[in-house]
């Protein structure tokens, strides 16, 4: 133990002066991770799975400890790119084919309650006969409470049906007609000679009650096809002309997957378009994931130079097939490890250099290929012209639900310390992403721009360790896995290093989103913020390279179908996803007498190790950094009080207790400290409420109501916790708190 102590000691080069970049424009590496667990970079603590790559940036740089993003993987990259919150992306719309489009578009979560009310009356059954009870599955007694919008598509529980709507006749629904796999898909040649298989129906959620809700209430039989529409036909002038055909909000509902006709909407310019201003040469690497049904929503289209990757969300990582994800029936039950996916095979081939297709990326590794055309990127640009290289990996992502574990023989045979096979192919996956940092920043130096990049690392939400796309990640010792508002779902991995940065080598607790990078980086480079248009995300440049105090005090995760929101220590969550199954915390936590010595040499042997070293040298103590990065709590004992979000929202002060096991919120406590926390967090909420409105403020979702552009969500339907009453004048929103 002595001598492990004393090697962590050794000295690590770096640059400890401020130095301001100064001359060319620098350049800009964003390594985007998918699916990594906070407990599965070792320096936030675990021996486990070492990543020296990681490490070596992280310790150079700067470790963002409290950074937040989205619970799935659309939702956080488009925040990423736009610098908006999901919620506040322009609306998507989905069209049935036959329709024209000279019809102003709306959706069917936006229709006043008259309009919809006519839609449940028409669906027909979601799914063939033979379909499980969906009342086993203990799907809770809300609907009383919820209109009927929510009733009809609720996104809870992630049973998935296929419907297409014609248009509205005569001020009725003429019929929807719902399918399962009787979809009639039309193949699209795009330019370039790639071909995608485009599905002319729309998909929705539909809750598990809702299942026998609709079946009870059928007009009429289904025909084995959708009718054809006839075009230019509208809908009743509700609140402006609608497309009938047109379903779902903006972005923060869940990912787009194979088959669905929806993207990041075109309206919305996101952060290559900015740097390209800027006279930034931008490429993308990798996963895409934000919509390809139209070549105008692929990379090439929205300010990429190039792309070289897949635009689905996950891929066999040999085969470069992806099974597409709507057609997996789940058979629902009372517990959730007995919800059995029953997958019916659908693949298609993804992987494409710009518009065409990349049958030569046949039987190579995915993160090795997508390492290797960052490496050639950066060796073939020239230095003088600023470069933004965004690689967003599909490491560590599960695979093909045949193969979710996938890595090459030689990196899986060192990692013979972990017995659970999946937990160790998964950990190969880590390495082989850490392997690829490596190479990312030896790149740079090779190419002489290191000394003026600067490197963002980060990943895209928590691990999920069970569930749909299970990876056997680790986000111990936070609570909560992918998709959930927990922290383990939405609290992420990030760091941050250049030699711009006047305080690094440290671990930062400043609160950020993963909105703030888009302003953030292009103030780093020197451009006006003020350009971004109305962003959500904050510049935090200042802060994080000399150390402020954040500009954040606050953060939206969420608003439906949970609500999630941190402001200052403090951290509200209600309601919750797949009925709660996900409420608890999960994952390895990667003591073990087996695991490998982890010490400093192993992160100044690595290449990037070796690559962050410079001619000013200063020790720098790993143990105390990896000390400071560790998040350490007291898991459940007498003093934690239970938490049932789908009941009664709950508050966390996240800072005192991050792996959140005491609800300060109690209807039965009176204690002093209980009241002051509450009230505390009601008293900031109200403060930033007061704030006025935009006049364009975002159509009213149920019973909430958004109050400012900063993110303070009031959630109107649970007045016992607020005791609010919202005066709406003008364009502002007034909240009078009463006691609590």
């Not at 936030?44 to 740089?61: E, K, V």
């Not at 036959?98 to 799914?127: E, Y």
């Not at 609140?239 to 009938?244: E, F, I, L, N, V």
């Not at 749909?468 to 609570?479: M, R």
Request: a negative charge.
């Amino acid at each position: 133990m002595v001598l492990i102590a004393v090697c962590m000691l050794v000295v690590l080069c770096g640059c400890h002066a401020a130095t301001k970049i100064t001359g060319p424009l620098p350049h800009i590496v964003l390594i985007v991770a998918d699916d990594l667990g906070w407990n599965d970079v070792s320096f936030h603590g675990s021996d486990q799975i070492l990543t020296p790559n990681i490490d070596a940036l992280a310790y150079h740089g700067v470790i963002m400890n409290s950074h937040y993003s989205q619970p799935l993987c659309t939702p956080s990259r488009s925040a990423l790119l736009t610098g908006k919150y999901p919620i506040h992306n322009d609306y998507v719309s989905l069209t049935c084919y036959g329709l024209t489009t000279d019809v102003a578009p709306s959706t069917l979560w936006t229709l006043r309650p008259r309009a919809i009310s006519r839609v449940p009356k028409t669906l027909q059954p979601p799914h063939p006969e033979g379909w499980d009870d969906p009342d086993q599955a203990g799907y809770p007694e809300r609907q009383e409470l919820l209109p009927p919008t929510l009733r009809v598509i609720h996104w809870l529980d992630r049973h998935r049906s296929t419907m297409c709507l014609p248009p509205i006749q005569g001020g009725e629904w003429d019929y929807v007609h719902c399918a399962w796999e009787s979809n009639s898909p039309q193949l699209v040649r795009m330019s370039g000679g790639a071909h995608v298989l485009v599905h002319a129906l729309l998909t929705v959620q539909v809750s598990n009650r809702a299942l026998k809700w609709l079946t009870t209430r059928t007009a009429r039989p289904a025909g084995p096809e959708p009718q054809e529409p006839r075009p230019g036909t509208t809908a009743p002038q509700e609140s402006g002309p609608h497309r009938a055909a047109n379903t779902i909000t903006r972005m923060q509902h869940n990912v787009i997957l194979e088959s669905e006709p929806w993207g990041l909407p075109l309206s919305e310019k996101i952060l290559p378009q900015h740097l390209k201003r800027l006279g930034y040469i931008t490429h993308a690497v990798g996963k895409w994931h934000l919509g390809f049904f139209k070549e105008e929503y692929t990379p090439t289209f929205r300010g990429f130079w190039s792309h070289y990757g897949f635009w689905n969300g996950y891929q066999d990582y040999y085969s470069h097939n992806v099974q597409a994800s709507n057609h997996i029936h789940i058979k629902a039950s009372s517990t959730y490890s007995a919800l059995t996916p029953q997958f019916v095979p659908i693949e298609g081939y993804d992987m494409r250099r710009n518009m065409s297709v990349d049958w030569s990326a046949r039987g190579h590794y995915s993160t090795d290929l997508f390492s290797t055309e960052a490496e050639r990127l950066i060796r073939d640009h020239d230095p003088q012209e600023p470069l933004f290289l965004y690689l967003a990996h599909l490491a560590p992502h599960a695979g093909n639900y045949d193969a979710p574990f996938q890595a090459p023989a030689d990196t899986i045979r060192g990692l013979h310390h972990l017995e659970d096979l999946d937990r160790r192919l998964y950990a190969a996956m880590v390495c082989k992403l850490d392997e690829s940092v490596g190479r990312v920043v030896e790149a740079l130096r090779k190419s002489n721009m290191l000394d003026n990049s600067i490197i963002v690392f980060l990943s895209d939400n928590g691990a999920p360790t069970v569930g749909i796309h299970a990876n056997k990640g680790s986000n111990y010792p936070l609570k909560g896995v992918k998709t959930t508002p927990w922290e383990g779902g939405i609290r992420t991995v990030a760091a941050v290093w250049s030699p711009a940065l006047n305080r690094s080598s440290r671990v930062s607790n400043q609160l950020m989103h993963i909105t703030d990078w888009l302003p953030t980086l292009y103030s780093a480079v020197g451009g006006d913020v003020s350009e971004l248009g109305d962003i959500d995300g904050m510049d935090m440049w200042e802060a994080i390279s000399k150390d402020n105090a954040s500009p954040r005090q606050e953060l939206l995760v969420n608003i439906d179908d949970y609500e999630a929101l941190r402001l200052g220590e403090y951290k509200y969550i209600s309601g919750s996803s797949l009925l709660g199954f996900l409420d608890d915390w999960f994952g390895d936590s990667g003591y073990s007498e087996h695991n490998q010595l982890y010490n400093a040499t192993v992160i100044t042997s690595s290449p990037a190790g070796q690559a962050l070293n410079s001619s000013q040298h200063w020790p720098l103590d790993v143990s105390a950094l990896r000390h400071a990065a560790t998040v350490h709590c007291e898991m459940k004992n007498q003093h934690s009080s239970p938490c049932w979000p789908l009941i009664t929202p709950c508050i966390f002060n996240v800072v005192s207790d991050p792996c959140e096991t005491r609800n300060i919120y109690s209807r039965g406590s009176n204690t002093r400290c209980n009241r002051f926390g509450v009230n505390l967090f009601l008293f900031s909420l109200s403060q930033a409420a007061l704030e006025q409105v935009q006049s364009n403020l975002a159509p009213r979702l149920w019973h909430r109501q958004r109050c400012n552009r900063s993110g303070a969500t009031l959630f109107l339907y649970a007045p016992e916790i607020l005791g609010a009453v919202v005066q709406e004048k003008g364009s502002g929103c007034f909240v009078f708190l009463s006691e609590h």
